[in-house]
């Protein structure tokens, strides 16, 4: 998300650092739900030991996942106010907003419910939001029906981009819990299960099944991150699937090249201070003026595109920014300082 969102100039961006324009997908929409699902992944390795029959849930933990969900909530509401905190229009929704809403819910229907109630939940999420979408009468002046409902219950607080509706808005979270859900399934299922051959084969074809049946779906239901439609769920939840699995196999079973990827565990780490560093950084470096323009103008224009093509010089920005990120996170890394929340 990093990479993505900090390019020299978003004139000179490559394909594949973008998002689709509406509907299609790029490996930049993967982004998202990837984090999402491996949430719901995570949450299952978690609370495992509260599922078995003779355990009672403390009324603790419930409160740790309010807790924790309101405090990822309130980091969002934060990062979007951040530097000016101008609240009449602050917006609401946002990338932290949604996991937290995920992460609450998720939490509390593992808890409470069994796999099978669970699996019912992520097919009726998935099949309510197709019907609604499609088939519930748009009022005149909207486009759909996402941005009707988030004009009616968050005007002046939307996405500056869009203002009449939020990527994050009220009804497409919907289909982010089922997601969500589905590495809530993956996690209990095959992360924290006996890994049989049978099992990785029978996870292989449900990986390829959620793409193919995403891809199929797509023709009535057009993938589509900005409204995370139902295709759009099955088709990055089978591809997080397979991408899991080969990360498994080539990382914990076979050890190949474990080394180059330590500094996405010192990244992962830290998850929520590198995102929040990286916005926090990001705003102040269009803040603080040089010559005119913004720092974060003024180091493209200066220190990249006099000697770089332009895409070329744009890529290398954001790895450049990527890279200073990393240093902080590495240093935290190795003095053991992980911000949990």
Known sequence: MILVNTPGSWNYVYPPL?????????????????????MGVSISLSLQKYRTDDVDVPGKLYKKIVQRALILFFIGLFLNAFPYFNLTSLRIPGVLQRIAIVFLVCSVLYLKFSHRTILWTMTGLLLGYWLIVDYVPVPEGHDHLQ?????????GHLWSQTKVWDPEGVLSTLPAVASGIAGLVFGYSFVAGEKTGLQYYLWLGIGLTGIVIGLVWDLI?????????SSFVLFTSGTA???YMMLHWVLDKKSIFKIYFQPFVHMGSNAIAAYTLSIILVKLLFLIPVEGVSSYGWIFNHLFLPWLDPYMASLAFALGFLAINYLILLAMYKKSIFIKI
């Open 18 to 38: 973008l998002h689709a324009s509406w509907n299609g997908i790029t490996p930049t929409d993967c982004v998202f739900p990837f984090f999402i699902f491996i």
């Open 241 to 243: 699937i397979l991408f």
């Open 147 to 155: 941005g009707w409902l988030d004009h009616t219950l968050l005007r």
């Open 221 to 229: 239901f057009p993938i589509n991150k900005s409204l995370w439609t």
